[in-house]
């Protein structure tokens, strides 16, 4: 049985709009200063894994 159109729309409509009701300003904030500080984290072991290798191989 295949659903049409508008009930796909309205299934997918109605469950952005429950999610987004129960995201909060505060979780968002937390979620991106994480992700910037995992940016953070991640490039300074990158740079400090290349020095490390390079010193190394010398």
Do not use: P, Q
Not at 46 to 55: E, M, N, Y
Request: charged content about 15%.
């Amino acid at each position: 049985m295949e659903a049409n159109h508008s009930t796909k729309a309205g299934t997918i409509g109605g469950t952005l709009v429950s999610i987004f009701c129960n995201l909060h300003k505060e979780d968002i904030a937390k979620t991106i200063t994480l992700a910037g500080l995992g940016a953070i984290v991640s490039f300074l072991v990158s740079v400090t894994l290349k020095i490390i290798f390079r010193w190394f191989k010398k």
